[in-house]
């Protein structure tokens, strides 16, 4: 069906509201604008179903909600789970709680029992109440850290993870069995609410899963020895995390803890930055500035959703400077290990998750302490699938998952990453060595010296609708069917097409490219799953700081340049 069709049938069938066709009539004369509304159903990703807010097939609607939501509706009923549930949970985006409502409302339709969020809560939250309340699935309603202009849609199943294969495929195919938006079963919440089938929940899942947040402590008597001279500045970048960070943080002993006010309270706009993603430098500008009016030993930033978190620190010359994923990743992990090993509760099972683009120093470090390393593709759902692998087999046990784009996950209660509970290691990590007279920026200069300076770098190229997106896929197949030999003069010693290869582990096939050179410097290329861009990812190792630093802008430079020729 062309994107003309789908448009003339928005405009003229009943099942569609006043405010969608007005909508819609403004753009009549812009052709492209149309065929990017319409050319397309939007797809699931590696975070669910996500993008720009507006009406249309290739746009979050109530309309595009509605299908997603009876595809899984249709799902779960032919899989015959016995008294199926859902539980929902949204963030603070335009139309989140609409959404929430609209997916709601179908699931009672079809006769299954809805567990709904009264208010803003982490997407973390939402992964431990799917296996807390034993749901059969779960939804959130969030785009992450993406900009104002977006929304998104994440589906978990009774693990408490992020959907993967099969169900992924499953789910995908009720999804798009539906081309009739009055196939849409519906039920108003009055009713539902008398029939039983939805029930708002809160205090009482919050008050569990921080309880299970605070059991992650491997210290708890520093904070409370360090809780009112630890100064801690924290931004939850307008988003759900306020809540429920300061409260386990006040809960542990953390006293001494400044919100940045411009972005405490949600704001669908994210009006004080530009993208509000903790990985963008600009996005703590503010907790900077007031970090060095409070002197602060660290400060601590969550994302929209809050399940991701950075961290900025002091270095030697007392400027406050973004601590990389990759560099937050490892200092956790000798952290936790450390002192798990001096608690005896390592053991040959004890088991690290990362992603095979995650940086080498976090792989090293857990190796130095005996612990096993094991690399999924990327995207936290591949985590929280070998840990319901481990669990089923009894092969591993989990200790820490994470991923260089600013995901951490301690414990297993949680299926998906965690800010509220890395933030909450961050600040005792940071009490840990404030104790030994070191900042968090001394204790990654000690990492460096004792493994290794691994340096990594993250890049991309933009691209916008139809057109941007088949000139992705193209760059991509040129790279494909031509890969690079060499770089700057270094050879390539193995090159890994992710959509063929296969490492230690069975891996499913993912659209990505690796190049390891001669020198163990590596670069990665994958379209994102959730945005219109290329995403690049850099590694290399120095003699020194200073020589990683100026390699991997070298090499950031020649695979840049390499792609754009």
């Known amino acids: 069906m062309s994107y003309q069709i789908r448009y003339q049938e928005w405009l003229e069938q009943d099942i569609f509201d006043e405010e969608t066709k007005k909508e819609l009539n403004n753009i009549q004369d812009n052709l492209q604008e149309i065929e990017d509304r319409f050319y397309k159903d939007l797809e699931f990703g590696t975070g669910g179903l996500r993008g720009v807010i507006g009406a249309g097939t290739n746009r979050m609607n109530r309309y595009t909600v509605g299908r997603a939501t009876q595809g899984l509706a249709s799902f779960i009923s032919k899989k015959g789970a016995a008294n199926p549930s859902v539980v929902i949970a949204f963030d603070s985006r335009r139309f989140s709680k609409e959404f929430a409502a609209e997916a709601a409302a179908v699931l009672n339709g079809n006769g299954i029992k809805v567990y709904v969020f009264e208010d803003l809560r982490p997407t973390p939250e939402l992964s431990f109440a799917v296996r807390e309340l034993r749901a059969t699935a779960g939804i959130v309603v969030t785009a992450s850290h993406n900009p104002p202009e977006y929304n998104g849609y994440k589906v978990y199943w009774s693990d408490g993870a992020q959907i993967v294969s099969p169900i992924a495929e499953e ?119 007031l970090a060095k009016e409070k002197n602060a030993d660290v400060i601590i930033g969550t994302d929209p959703d809050c399940d991701r978190v950075g961290a900025v620190v002091k270095n030697t010359a007392g400027e406050y400077v973004v601590l990389t994923g990759n560099q937050t990743g490892a200092l956790l992990i000798d952290y936790m290990l450390s002192n798990l090993k001096k608690q005896n509760k390592l053991n040959e099972k004890s088991t690290i998750i990362n992603t095979v683009v995650t940086g080498k120093l976090g792989e090293v470090i857990a190796r130095s302490y005996g612990v096993n390393v094991i690399s999924v593709l990327t995207g936290f759902k591949y985590i929280g699938e070998k840990i319901k692998e481990f669990k089923a087999a009894n092969s591993h046990e989990f200790v820490f998952g994470y991923e260089e784009s600013y995901g951490y996950l301690a414990g297993d209660f949680v299926r998906d990453k965690d800010a509220v509970s890395a933030s909450m290691l961050i600040c005792e990590m940071t009490a840990y060595y404030k104790q030994k007279n070191m900042s968090l920026y001394e204790a990654m200069l000690a990492l460096y010296s004792k493994y290794g300076y691994y340096k990594e770098g993250l890049g991309s190229i933009a691209f916008k609708g139809k057109e941007g997106m088949e000139s992705m896929r193209s760059l991509i197949n040129n790279i494909r069917q031509n890969p690079f030999s060499e770089l700057r003069g270094v050879k390539v010693a193995e090159y890994r097409d992710y959509m063929t290869y296969q490492g230690v582990i069975p891996l499913p096939k993912e659209n990505m490219l690796c190049f390891i050179l001669e020198d163990h410097a590596w670069f990665c290329i994958r379209p994102s799953g959730t945005e219109p861009k290329l995403k690049l990812y850099f590694s290399v190792t120095g003699s020194n700081s200073e020589d990683g630093d100026e390699r991997l802008e070298k090499l950031k430079a020649a695979v840049l340049d390499m792609i754009e020729s």
């Open 171 to 289: 789910l995908l195919a009720e999804v798009n069995s539906i081309t009739d938006f009055s196939r849409i079963k519906r039920m108003d919440s009055e009713a539902a609410e008398q029939q039983g089938l939805l029930k708002h929940i809160g205090q009482s899942i919050d008050d569990i899963y921080i309880d299970k947040v605070k059991s992650l402590s491997l210290n708890p008597h520093i904070a409370r020895q360090l809780g009112d001279s630890l100064s801690i500045v924290y931004t939850p970048l307008h988003g759900t995390g306020n809540l429920s960070v300061r409260r386990v943080l006040s809960e542990m002993g953390f006293a001494n803890v400044t919100v940045v006010p411009e972005q405490e309270l949600p704001d669908s706009n994210f009006s004080t930055v530009k993208y509000p993603n903790p990985e963008e430098h600009d996005a703590f500008a503010l907790a900077i500035k």
